[in-house]
């Protein structure tokens, strides 16, 4: 019987794949209105980097100038300087959204709610990507931190990760609380304890790549971000289409 | 081709609140394939409710909704690509061009979005010359125009229009009578709400008087005008 079975796809495979053929196309079309209407918002982006980069100089206020405690806590306020410029960054993107219902009429139309969600959290995570070079440049000067060619792309990686990490549950929470007059207060309220293992994971991380790795700690401390990442972009993107229904 | 006995839009005692004020109670309506109907009432009567609930943006709080056999809630994806919305609101991004709008409608709907394909359609709604401004900038009549553009682009069976002569001038309005009527040529269903009760009962088979959230009166959309001050001021 087994003879009789052509190695092609079959039926609801086709399907299947078809249907991520065009989860796909959706999912690139949301990115790229996304980022194109960031890049008509620029002023957004200046915001959220001057945002993060007083957090880093008032981290830095706050220490004191002892260089020695500064490296040692450079990882830590590098990753809140993210999280924080985050929550500004993750509820604007869905103000937008919210302008003339323009929302709405995305989920008028037949598109998969899962794509718009990541395309959304795609366009969050570029956005909060394009905050490394200079977040981490003024780190270097203003904690005394040095880095290698190899530290900065370790640093790079490790950057994304906690990006992605923050991005995908911080869309979903955007989304729910995007209508909401409270957005400003909740949505840091839901995101931050939720992102508690991204935190510890990208500061642990990063503090090795800055400060070395005696006991090869950087991959599993890496390999958990990543773990985290792939929960968090799997669970959200299930859950987006409820979180955007009308109750 | 058999004749489909499917409604196009079939609401089954369809009722939802807000709070505790019930914008729409028990109300039964069908529609069937290229049938067109008035849906009338004064304001707060539960027309544009009615609409977002057979749309799928709401959720009824009692009753069933189906398009063309498909649950507008349980079957989302499926119902609506039968269905197109054209609403009070734009639905647009102020900072996307008219042209960036409609190629990102096209995408989205797996039509072919090069500017060859897109330039005709902007100029069916007199937008071809506006079509590089951001639609942040556009009149209402404009941003109208463009959002009617989105149900021509859909090509849906079943079309549900709120107020559709809203803010345009009368070029517009000539242009969405147009519209209508191609639509019942080609036996797309139209369910129209409306106050310019005149101008659409033209374009309409039966008429639905909605009032309190409640179906008043339905009857020929031609008795409509007639009817309308009797019915909604004896309730």
């Not at chain 1, 495979?13 to 008509?40: I, M, N, P, S, Y």
């Not at chain 1, 905050?131 to 950057?159: C, H, I, R, S």
């Not at chain 2, 109907?37 to 009824?60: D, E, H, M, Q």
């Amino acid at each position: 019987m087994s003879q009789l079975t052509a190695p092609t796809l079959t039926s609801p495979a086709r399907a299947e794949a078809g249907f991520l053929r065009v989860l796909a196309g959706q999912t690139v079309t949301v990115l790229r209105k996304d980022l194109l209407l960031e890049w008509r918002g620029r002023s957004r982006l200046l915001s959220v980097m001057l945002f993060g980069l007083v957090t880093l100089a008032l981290f830095s206020f706050a220490v004191g100038p002892d260089s020695a405690n500064l490296r040692a806590g450079a990882s830590g306020f590098l990753v809140l300087a993210l999280l924080l410029s985050s929550t500004l960054a993750l509820s604007e993107s869905f103000r937008l959204e919210h302008e003339q219902r323009a929302i709405e009429g995305l989920l008028l139309l037949p598109v998969d709610p899962t794509a718009i969600y990541y395309g959304k959290a795609l366009g969050n995570t570029i956005f909060l990507c394009l905050l490394a070079p200079v977040l981490m440049w003024v780190a270097m000067v203003l904690y005394a931190v040095e880095f290698g060619a190899l530290t900065l792309v370790k640093m790079l990686g490790l950057w994304v990760l906690a990006a992605a990490g923050l991005s995908a549950p911080g869309t979903l929470y955007a989304a729910m609380t995007s209508r909401l007059r409270s957005q400003d207060v909740l949505l840091p309220l839901l995101l931050f304890p939720l992102v508690i293992p991204v935190l510890l994971g990208s500061v642990k991380a990063m503090d090795l790549v800055m400060t070395g790795d005696p006991m090869s700690q950087l991959r599993s401390w890496s390999l958990m971000l990543l773990a985290f990442d792939v929960i968090y972009w799997s669970l959200c993107g299930v859950l987006f289409q409820h979180a955007i229904e009308d109750p | 081709m058999t004749p489909t006995t499917t409604p196009a839009l079939e609401a089954r005692d369809v009722a939802r609140r807000f709070g505790r004020h019930w914008a729409l109670a028990h109300l039964d309506l069908t529609v069937e394939p290229g049938e067109s109907v008035l849906l009338a009432g004064p304001n707060g009567s539960g027309k544009t409710t009615f609409l977002r609930l057979a749309a799928g943006l709401y959720r009824a709080t009692h009753g069933t909704l189906s398009v063309f056999g498909r649950d507008v809630r349980a079957e989302r994806q499926t119902s609506r690509r039968f269905l197109s919305l054209v609403s009070h609101d734009a639905y647009l991004y102020p900072r996307l061009t008219a042209l960036e709008t409609v190629r990102v409608w096209a995408r989205l709907l797996g039509r072919p979005a090069r500017d060859a394909d897109l330039m005709p359609l902007l100029d069916e709604v007199d937008l071809t010359a506006a079509g590089g401004q951001p639609v942040g900038g556009f009149s209402a009549g404009m941003r109208k125009r463009l959002t009617l553009l989105r149900s021509r682009l859909e090509g849906s069976r079943l079309v549900l229009l709120d107020e559709p002569f809203a803010a345009l001038d009368v070029p517009g309005q000539k242009l969405v009578e147009r519209w209508i009527a191609g639509f019942r040529r080609d036996g797309v269903a139209v369910v129209l709400a409306s106050h310019s009760l005149e101008q659409a009962a033209r374009l309409c088979d039966r008429a639905v008087v909605l009032h309190h959230g409640q179906k008043a009166w339905q009857g020929a959309a031609a008795d409509v005008v007639s009817r309308f001050e009797e019915v909604t001021c004896r309730n």
